[in-house]
C-alpha cells in the first residue's frame, strides 16, 4: 500500500498539500481519516449533514489556504439545516473571494470529545525521517510539548515517546481524569513512521489533530503534506581498515623540511620528541639529513613502502603525492594542508581530485585540513599542533574524534596539562574519504578503547554514524558528543566555514539521545565528561553524597544535584553514627556533609568520612567539594581522598575551588590516581549525571 | 475594606478556606465573583436557576476538600430542571458521604467561555506575598506558565508579568483569534497585591481560574485562601557605619599569637603583608613583641581607641572581648570565631550573648564565623584566609559580599592569580548585627565601586535586602548574585548548615529579576561575571561579532549567543570590504569571522579586524574566541585586541580554550590591559549577556 502511496507522490509536483490532497494521496493506508463528504450544494450539504446527524462541520479544503480556521474556511457545530445552508453559501464566497480554484466544500460529522495530539515527520537531511508526536492545538505551538525520533519508530518507542512529553500526565490520568488509551495512537505512529521511510518523496506530514476517544479510537481531523523531489543520497563505501593510520609500523614524511617553522619540520619533531618507534623517514628533494635523519629525494626510494605517509604540502602538490602514495600501495595518507573544500570553488575542484585518486584503491586517507592523528598507546603524534609539545603523552582509555583541530589541539592540552591522557585523538578534516562513523567505529573496536568524545559539525551520511553511535552502546562504550551547530545561528557558521553538512540541532539531539551518547552542553567540558565516563566505575543509581570544606558550596552542589535529576543521598543510622564518631563535635551529620576545614587537620579523617560514605548502601557515588585547601594541605588530603576512592567500587569526583596554582601538586596527585578534578562542581554534577545515565560497560572491563 | 478582611481573618482558625469560606471572607472587596446563591432544597435550586437561566453550575462547597471536582462535587452544564433537581440530589448525597458537615449547595449561572487565568499569591518568609498570575486550568500544573512578582504589584507590573509568560501569544491575538482585554485583569492582580500586604494573615490566595471574556470582564470561578497565624518579624536596627571597619586608621589583633599557624598570628601577618599603613597592635596577655611588633597585653593598654578590633579567640572568650571592645567605645570589631548560632543549641545561646553585648551601642560587629574583611583601596586584609597568601591586592571597582568564608576566599584566590582584583570584599558570617543588606548598601555608596557580587545563602530581612538592590540599581551599580538554596534539596542544605533564612528559591529569583540584578548559574561565574560588569564598557544593544581564530569554536559561540537571546551581527558592506583586504584570500567574511590560526600570523591583522568589527555601527559587543595560540604568539596577539579595545568605546571579551600555562603571558597582558580572559565560550556568553541587560551605569562614571 506504501507502493501505491509513492506512485502517487511521484506524479505531483513539489509543494504543501491540503487536507483533500493529502486525504487523497494517503487513502491507499485506510487512515482513520474523519469522514469527509464533499458537495457541489446548499442542499447536498443539508442532505449529508442529515445522514451524519446534527450538528456537523463544514470546511472549505484547498491546497492554497495553509491555516483553514485563520482564513474563515472552518464552519464548526452546524446543528440545523439552516445552519448547514448558509454556511456552506458563506464558504463558497469564501473561497472565490480567495480565488482558490481547487476549492471544494466538504461535510463532516462533528468529532466525539477527546484528547487532541499532533503526529507527523519532518525529513531531516542528514538522518531522514523524525517523527514528531505531542500534544497537538494551540499549546503544541506555544509550549513545544513534543518528542522527537528518528524513523523507525517502532509501537514500543512511540510509548515512550508520549511518556517523555510534559503532558504525560494528561493522558495517564490527571486529576481524576480518565486515563487516555494510547494503543492505537502508539500504533498510528508505527505505521506513519513506515510511510516516512517507503516514501521519501513526502518531506514532511502533519496528521493535526489526531483526535484520541475516550475508548483509545483515533481519528485524524486534518492533514497536511510537502512533496520534495528525492535528491539521491551517494552511498558511502565499506568502513576502511585504519590500522595503519593508528598503529603504522613505518612512516615516512613528505614535505619534511629543514625549516623548524614548517608543518613538515614539525610533524617530524613531534613524531621524534613522544618517541615513535617505528622506522620514520624525512621525504625531502633535496635529500641529506633532516630532524637528524637521512632523508629520501621520494617515496620510491624508500626500501619499503612505508605503512602511513604523512603529507605535509601545499593542497596542489598534496594531490600528486597522494596519487604515488596509491601508486606504491601505501596503506594509510595523512593530508595535512588546508585550501580544499573549504576554499571555495577552485578548491572543491582540488578535493574531488583528491578523492578520486584514492577511490577504489586500498589507500585510506585522512584529512585534508587536519592537524593529524595522536596515538598515545602507540607513542606516535603525526602532528604539527604545538598545543601538546612539551606535554608527555599519557595512555588514556578515552579517545577523541574532532571536526576541528584548533579546538582539538586546545582541549588537548589542557588535558594534558592537568595530567589526564587521551589514549588516540585524529582530526578529520574535510573527511574526504574516511568520516567521523569510521573513526568512531574503529574506535569502539580497540580493546584499550574505555570511551569516546567527538566533536561534531556534521557527518555525511546520517545512517553510518548513527550506526557506529548503535555499535559503540552495544559494546559498552559510552560516547559524548559536543554538537556544534545546534542553533539556527551556529548552523549558519557552521555552513559558511566548511563543507560540512549540519543537520538540523534537533534531529541530532534525538539520535544521541536514541543511542544513548551524551550531548555534552560546555565545550571544554567535552574531554572532562568523556575521560569521566572512561576511567571511572559506573554507579549503580543516582544518589550523590557530597562531602565538602564549606556549607555554601556542599549547598551550592547540592542545588545542581537536584536541578540535574539525582538526589542526595541519606546515609543510614549506622554510618551517621560512625560520621559523628570520627568529625569534629560541631560537624553536622546530613547530606551535603560539611567536615570544614577543620575537619581536615586530623590525619586519616578525610580518607575515614569518604570510606564511611562510599561504604553506605544507600550512596551510589560521592562528590566531593573542595575550597581553599592549599599547598601541603592539598597534597595530604588529596591522598587521602584517592585512598579512599581506590578501596571502593563506587565512583569518587572532586570539585576543587581554590585556584589550580595553589593545589597543583594536590590536583596532580588526584589525576595520578584516576580521579577527576572538576573545577566547577556544575561540571562535575554535569559529569556525575552523565555517569548516572551512560549504558553499562561490557562485563569483561569492570 | 482590607481593615475589615483583617478583622475578620484574625477571628478565623489556621488552615485552608474553600470558596464558600473564602467568598465570605473577601466580601468586602467586592470581587467580581460569579454569582452563587445557596439552595437548602431541589426546588429551591430549580427556582434559583430559573432566574439565572439555563444552562447552570450546581456546586457543593466545602472546606473539606481541596479539589472540588476530583470529588465530583461540581455539576455544569445543566440544563433543565430535572438536571438540576437530580445534580442537587446527587450532592447532597456525596457531602453526606463525606461527612462534611460544613458542606453547602449554590446554583451558579454557566460562565460565558473566555480565557482562563490564575491569580495568588504564596507568602515568602523573606520577602512576604508573592503574586503568581498565568494560564489556568490544567496546563498551568503541567507547564508552570506563571510570572511572579513579590508586592507591590502594580498594573503596569502586572501588564508586564502577563507579557513574560509564553502563553503570552493566547493574550494578544494568536492565530486569527481576537486578542484578549486584559486591562481589568490586571487592575485585579493590583488589588490583589495590596491585600496581601494588608492582610498577613492571609498567607495564601488562589483565584483559579479568573475567566477574562472577550470584552475584558474578569469573572472568579473558584476561590481558596490559607490562614496563618502571623509571626512577628522584628524589626532590624537602621544601617550601621561601616567606614572603620572597611577603613580603619588603628587596628587592634586581640589573641595575636606568637604561634604561626593561629588565626591570629595569621591575620596580623596578613595586615602586615599586604601593607596596611595604619597604626598596628597586636594585643597578647603575655605582651613582648609579637609578629615583630610590641605587643599590648590588653586594649585598655592602648594610647587611644582603635578604629578596629580583630577579636582572634574562640567563642567563648570572643564574647568577653567584645564587651570590652564596646565598653571602650571601640567603633568596628570583627570576630572571627566559629561555634556561634551555627553550633546547635550552646552556640546560639553564645550568639544571642555576642548580639546583646553590641546591641544599642556604636560598635559594629562583623562576623562571627568570618574569615574576615579586604580592602584593596584601603590596602587592609584583615583575614586569616591563606588562599590570598602570596597574591599581591589588586585594586578594583569589584566588591564581594559572601555568605561562605571557604568560597569567597577561592574564589578571590582565582581573581588573583589570574590577574584581576577586588576591591572590597568582607565574609559576613553569621551576620549578627551587620548583614548582607548592610554591606550592599555601603559598599554602593563608595566611590570607588562599579559592581558587587554577592555569594548568598540567605538574608533575615528581605525588604532590606530588597531595598539595597533597589538603591544599586538607582546608583547604576551592577549586582550579581549566585543563591544557593534554589531548589528543595540545596534548600535543606542550606537551613541545616547555618542559621541562614532561605526563604524559597522562587522568592529570591524574582527579588533579583525585579531589582535587575543578575543571577549567575555557576558558582566560580560569579567573580567573572561581576568584574566584567564593573570593568567593561556597558553595549548599546546586543549584536555580537564573533572573532575567532577556530570554525569550530566560533559555530559553538554562535549557538550559546542565540541560547542567551543575543544575536550575531551582520556586517555593513564596508566593514566586510575593509576586512577581505586585510585577512588572507581563503578567509570567508561571515560572523562568526573565523580568521584562523594563519590569519593572526601577519602582524597588525588581528588588531585591524578587531578594529574593524568593532567599529562597524551593527555591531554592539565584540567576542574573541582563541584556540591553541601560545607563547610568543599569545602575547603578540593578546597585545593586538589591547590595544584595538583600547581605542574603541564598546567591550571586547576574550575567550581562550588552550591551557593556561601555554599563553598564559598572553592572559595576564589581557587581565592588565583590563579585557576578561574566559576560559570556556559559555562563560563568555553568559558574561555579554549580563552586560546587555544591566541597568546603564551613572553618567559619570562611563
Not at 623548524?260 to 633535496?286: C, D, K, M, Y
Request: proline share 6%; charged share 20%.
Amino acid at each position: 500500500m506504501t507502493a501505491d502511496v509513492r506512485a502517487a507522490a511521484r506524479r505531483l509536483k513539489p509543494g504543501g498539500l491540503g487536507e483533500a490532497s493529502a486525504r487523497d494521496l494517503l487513502a491507499p493506508l485506510d487512515l482513520p481519516f474523519v469522514p469527509a463528504t464533499p458537495v457541489r450544494s446548499a442542499d447536498e450539504a443539508v442532505a449529508v449533514a442529515r445522514d451524519f446527524g446534527f450538528p456537523v462541520v463544514l470546511k472549505a479544503l484547498t491546497d492554497d489556504v495553509l491555516h483553514k480556521s485563520d482564513a474563515g474556511l472552518v464552519e464548526l457545530g452546524l446543528a440545523t439545516a439552516d445552519a448547514v445552508s448558509a454556511a456552506h453559501d458563506r464558504l463558497v464566497e469564501r473561497v472565490t473571494a480567495l480565488g482558490a480554484a481547487d476549492a471544494r466544500v466538504v461535510v463532516q460529522p462533528m468529532a466525539q470529545p477527546g484528547t487532541d495530539l499532533i503526529l507527523g515527520w519532518v525529513r531531516d537531511p542528514t538522518f531522514g525521517p523524525v517523527v514528531v508526536a505531542g500534544l497537538g492545538g494551540v499549546t503544541v505551538e506555544l509550549f513545544r510539548d513534543v518528542a522527537r525520533r528518528v524513523a523507525p519508530v517502532t509501537v514500543d518507542d512511540a510509548d515512550e515517546m508520549l511518556r517523555s512529553l510534559r503532558c504525560a500526565p494528561l493522558l495517564t490520568g490527571f486529576r481524576g481524569a480518565a486515563p487516555v488509551d494510547t494503543e492505537q495512537f502508539s500504533e498510528l505512529v508505527a505505521r506513519v513512521s513506515e510511510l516516512a521511510l517507503a516514501v521519501p518523496e513526502l518531506s514532511e506530514l502533519d496528521l493535526n489533530p489526531v483526535r484520541v476517544l475516550a475508548d483509545g479510537t483515533c481519528v485524524v481531523l486534518d492533514a497536511r503534506v510537502v512533496v520534495e523531489p528525492v535528491t539521491a543520497v551517494e552511498p558511502r563505501g565499506s568502513a576502511p581498515d585504519l590500522t595503519a593510520l593508528l598503529r603504522p609500523r613505518s612512516i615516512a614524511v613528505v614535505g619534511a623540511s629543514r625549516d623548524a617553522t614548517r608543518p613538515g619540520a614539525r610533524i617530524l619533531a613531534s613524531l621524534r620528541e613522544h618517541g615513535f618507534a617505528g622506522e620514520l623517514h624525512p621525504v625531502n628533494p633535496a635529500g641529506g639529513e633532516v630532524g637528524g635523519l637521512p632523508a629520501v629525494t621520494s617515496l620510491s626510494e624508500l626500501p619499503g613502502v612505508p605503512d602511513l605517509v604523512c603529507v605535509a604540502l601545499p593542497a596542489k602538490a598534496a594531490v600528486e603525492s597522494v596519487r604515488d602514495c596509491v601508486r606504491l600501495g601505501v596503506p594509510a595518507v595523512i593530508v595535512f594542508a588546508s585550501g580544499f573544500g573549504e576554499a571555495g570553488a577552485a578548491g572543491q575542484a582540488l578535493e574531488a581530485e583528491l578523492r578520486a585518486a584514492v577511490a577504489g584503491s586500498a589507500t585510506t586517507l585522512c584529512g585534508p585540513n587536519t592537524i593529524g592523528v595522536v596515538s598515545a598507546h602507540h607513542r606516535m603524534a603525526a602532528t604539527f599542533s604545538q598545543a601538546i609539545t612539551g606535554f608527555p603523552l599519557r595512555e588514556s582509555g578515552t579517545c577523541l574524534i574532532a571536526q576541528s583541530g584548533a579546538v582539538a589541539g586546545s582541549l588537548v592540552s589542557r588535558e594534558l596539562a592537568d595530567g589526564y591522557g587521551i589514549g588516540d585523538w585524529v582530526t578529520v578534516g574535510n573527511q574526504s574519504q574516511v568520516d567521523v562513523a569510521d573513526y568512531l567505529e574503529h574506535f569502539t573496536t580497540l580493546d584499550t578503547t574505555r570511551s569516546i568524545a567527538v566533536f561534531l559539525e556534521g557527518v555525511p551520511d546520517g545512517d553510518r554514524f548513527r550506526r557506529a553511535l548503535s555499535a559503540a552502546r552495544t559494546r559498552g562504550v559510552p560516547v559524548a558528543v559536543f554538537k556544534t551547530g545546534v542553533t539556527e545561528a551556529g548552523r549558519r557558521a557552521v555552513s559558511s566555514h566548511s563543507g560540512a553538512l549540519a543537520g538540523s540541532g534537533e534531529a541530532y539531539r534525538a539520535v544521541l539521545a536514541q543511542e544513548s551518547a551524551v550531548q555534552v552542553t560546555e565545550l571544554t567540558g567535552l574531554l572532562e565528561i568523556a575521560w569521566t565516563l572512561g576511567n571511572t566505575p559506573r554507579p549503580a543509581g543516582g544518589r550523590v553524597a557530597v562531602v565538602t570544606t564549606s556549607g555554601g558550596a556542599g549547598s551550592a552542589t547540592a542545588d545542581l544535584i537536584d536541578q540535574h535529576g539525582l538526589a542526595l543521598a541519606a546515609f543510614e543510622e549506622r554510618t551517621a553514627a560512625d560520621l559523628a564518631a570520627v568529625l569534629p563535635a560541631f560537624a553536622h551529620v546530613d547530606d551535603p556533609l560539611d567536615i570544614t576545614a577543620e575537619g581536615t587537620f586530623a590525619e586519616g579523617t578525610v580518607r575515614r568520612v569518604v570510606e564511611l560514605v562510599a561504604g553506605d548502601p544507600g550512596v551510589d557515588l560521592v562528590c566531593v567539594v573542595l575550597t581553599s585547601i592549599a599547598g601541603e594541605d592539598a597534597v595530604r588530603v588529596a591522598r587521602q581522598i584517592a585512598d579512599a576512592a581506590g578501596g571502593s567500587p563506587k565512583p569518587v569526583l572532586v570539585s576543587w575551588l581554590v585556584t589550580r596554582s595553589l593545589a597543583a601538586d594536590g590536583m596532580a596527585l588526584l589525576a595520578g590516581r584516576g580521579i577527576r578534578v572538576f573545577t566547577e562542581p556544575a561540571r562535575m554534577v554535569a559529569a556525575a549525571a552523565a555517569l548516572v545515565s551512560a549504558p553499562q560497560p561490557r562485563s569483561t572491563r569492570v
